[in-house]
């Protein structure tokens, strides 16, 4: 890896949030707000 170029990260929301059967299709916009803030607290810009 070249110090000089920013990391980038690619998360696939849909995957990621629809592969916990949490019920979160009932609340979208909670279930990718939720994933934002994980990785957010994870250090994930």
């Known amino acids: 890896m070249n110090a000089d170029v920013p990391l980038l990260v690619i998360v696939d929301a849909a995957n990621v949030v629809g592969s916990v059967?949490?019920?979160?299709?009932?609340?979208r916009r909670g279930a990718a707000e939720r994933l934002r803030d994980r990785l957010a607290a994870d250090g994930v810009p």
């Open 21 to 27: 059967p949490d019920g979160w299709w009932r609340d």
